[in-house]
């Protein structure tokens, strides 16, 4: 007779107590590495109701709002006109410290290694999107490691000749440069930065060449010009406004998609017949990743109703800095396109990073 067996689908009783043994510890364990994960969620959960009360009580202390430049520029100065409206629109001191160095990195890598609670912010040029393509070991990502916060204006660059230069209008110079390529010259204020990338766009839109000589400041640059040392020069518009206007240098072009409130009579690359030459500086607020989204928003309403206010658009304007109002989508979306586009036109003409 068959042996009998006491078993669940012919399973030999000792298997059975195994499996069932085996199972049961399985089970046991299971429950027992879910204990981490449910204390994971429930840090999370607490981490999530923590950065929510902070938020709802934002700003609580001062805000330290790092300008990654030395103290005078456009880009020095621009954050400094909106800091104390803005203070006084929080309720809390904003407090602009300078933190140069290394084209503008060394104060954003500060920033975007902050705790990520509103109190410390980064006012930067779109040189913030240029860095990817020029820092080989760059120790953070600008769309990665920030959230944009709000743009605080925008300028296009005003190409700039000497007065007793023989080039009128921008077709002038142009018919210049195609008559002898490569005899011209252009001054910037260092390789990679916006002033050389302005002129190169421009260059290869139009289908014509310049010598690059590059400079350690905008000042020079533009004295080189003035002196007919060089021909031309794309500056930025708050730079040459005043020289424009004491008769010192001569506006051919701005390369922004509309002319520029400060300087009306002058033409836009796009009117002067030039595809894709727009390379307009503007300027903006950044916040590290992972700030509360609350205080992201409050501080988009905040810093465009301080852009409203008449004295401070008086300001800006007085500097060439058109409104540039976008939301933080926006703003972030924009941010991304620009590292891409800065990306593609640093290899085009072949700067290498560094």
Not at 24 to 41: F, L, W
Not at 57 to 67: F, Q
Request: net charge neutral; glycine share 8%.
């Amino acid at each position: 007779m068959a042996e009998a067996r006491n078993s669940i689908l012919d399973v030999p009783r000792a298997a059975y107590e195994h499996g069932h043994t085996a199972r049961t510890a399985r089970k046991k364990g299971e429950a027992s590495m879910n204990i981490p994960r449910t204390v994971a969620a429930l840090v999370g959960m607490v981490a999530l109701a923590g950065a929510a009360a902070q938020a709802a009580t934002w700003p609580a202390k001062p805000i330290h709002l790092i300008v990654p430049v030395g103290a005078g520029s456009t880009a020095d100065i621009i954050p400094r006109v909106v800091a104390d409206p803005l203070a006084a629109r929080l309720g809390q001191p904003v407090i602009v410290a300078n933190r140069a160095g290394a084209g503008g990195t060394i104060g954003s890598a500060q920033v975007a290694e902050a705790q990520p609670d509103g109190y410390t912010l980064l006012a930067h040029s779109s040189a913030h999107t240029i860095a990817p393509a020029l820092y080989a070991n760059l120790p953070y990502d600008p769309v990665r490691d920030f959230a944009a916060v709000v743009p605080l204006g925008v300028s296009p660059a005003v190409l700039v000749v000497s007065p007793t230069s023989p080039y009128a209008t921008v077709q002038d110079l142009l018919s210049a440069a195609r008559a002898r390529p490569g005899a011209l010259t252009y001054s910037s204020v260092g390789v990679g930065t916006a002033t050389h990338l302005s002129a190169e766009r421009f260059l290869a839109s139009a289908g014509v060449t310049a010598l690059h000589v590059p400079f350690k400041g905008g000042a020079e640059a533009m004295t080189e010009v003035m002196a007919g040392r060089c021909d031309f020069f794309f500056a930025p518009l708050g730079l040459a406004l005043p020289h424009i206007r004491e008769g010192k240098l001569r506006g051919l072009v701005v390369n922004g998609l509309h002319r520029s409130q400060a300087l009306p009579d002058v033409p836009t690359t796009g009117e002067a017949g030039l595809v894709d030459a727009e390379y307009p500086i503007w300027f903006g607020l950044f916040a590290p990743a992972r700030t509360p989204q609350e205080v992201i928003d409050r501080l988009n309403r905040e810093t465009l109703a301080v852009l409203q206010e008449p004295a401070v658009r008086e300001k800006l304007a007085g500097m060439g800095l058109d409104p540039m109002p976008m939301s933080t989508a926006e703003f972030q979306d924009f941010v991304r396109k620009e590292v891409a586009m800065n990306a593609a036109l640093v290899k085009r003409i072949g700067v290498k990073p560094r």
